[in-house]
């Protein structure tokens, strides 16, 4: 069963507007975690920010900002005052406990393509 | 970037082929990762590592075998390559503080199986 769900494939905003990705996640473990990552066109994944189930408030990160609903179990994330570099692939990932308990892996969605237009 | 470093970063072989690639962190971590990643996919966990000698399956493991001898250095070998594991393979650390837990990504290796 698909765990994460990115539903927009491609997204496109104008520079220096806001634009919101989609996430939507499905857990029964009361605990668990949620990430956002930024893989440009180089190739890297570069982490963007972390929200905790148990976290009151809503993760930020200068200009990402993660919304999160646990009643709708939805994570989307915000990014302010889009730039053109910001022009990447983006993927959500939910932490998924493995053996010894300090230790997890990442599931993640099958990624948004942000395009940012100047 | 957590200190980490993949090598090589670009490989092409032959199918049937044994391939080592190498992960190296400079950072003291206990848990490392292997990931694959393919078009149409995030990523996907092949192994991982929770300390020295000790390693365990991911849910794409069949074909891939890993070592891990010193806590800095992660290997991932494909014991005889075939084309279905033309793929961008990516290491990982985690780091957990008070506040945040992150697993931080290596630069990846692109590999190419012909």
């Known amino acids: 069963a698909q765990k994460i769900t990115q539903t927009q494939p491609g997204m496109f905003v104008q520079e220096k507007e806001a634009v919101t990705l989609d996430c939507t996640y499905d857990t029964s473990d009361p605990s668990y975690g949620l990430f956002w990552y930024k893989q440009p066109s180089s190739g890297e994944m570069i982490f963007l920010i972390y929200q905790g189930s148990y976290d009151q408030q809503n993760a930020t990160e200068g200009r990402y900002s993660l919304n999160f609903q646990k009643a709708r179990k939805s994570a989307n994330l915000v990014i302010s005052a889009s730039q053109l570099g910001d022009s990447a692939m983006y993927f959500c990932a939910m932490r998924e406990d493995l053996s010894g308990g300090s230790n997890y892996k990442l599931t993640f969605g099958k990624g948004t393509l942000l395009t940012v237009n100047p | 970037d957590a200190g980490i470093t993949q090598s090589p970063r670009h490989k092409v072989t032959e199918t049937g082929t044994p391939v080592t690639l190498r992960c190296h962190q400079t950072e003291n971590h206990r848990y490392m990762y292997w990931y694959r990643q393919d078009p149409g996919h995030g990523l996907r966990l092949i192994h991982y590592?929770?300390?020295?000698?000790?390693?365990d399956k991911g849910e794409v493991s069949d074909g891939y075998s890993v070592s891990r001898s010193k806590t800095e250095d992660f290997l991932l070998t494909l014991e005889s390559a075939t084309s279905s594991q033309t793929s961008v393979y990516f290491c990982?650390?985690?780091?957990?503080?008070?506040?945040?837990?992150?697993?931080?990504f290596g630069p990846g290796t692109r590999l190419l199986v012909l």
């Open positions: 990982a650390i985690s780091s957990r503080t008070d506040s945040q837990e992150t697993q931080y």
């Open positions: 590592s929770y300390g020295v000698k000790d390693t």
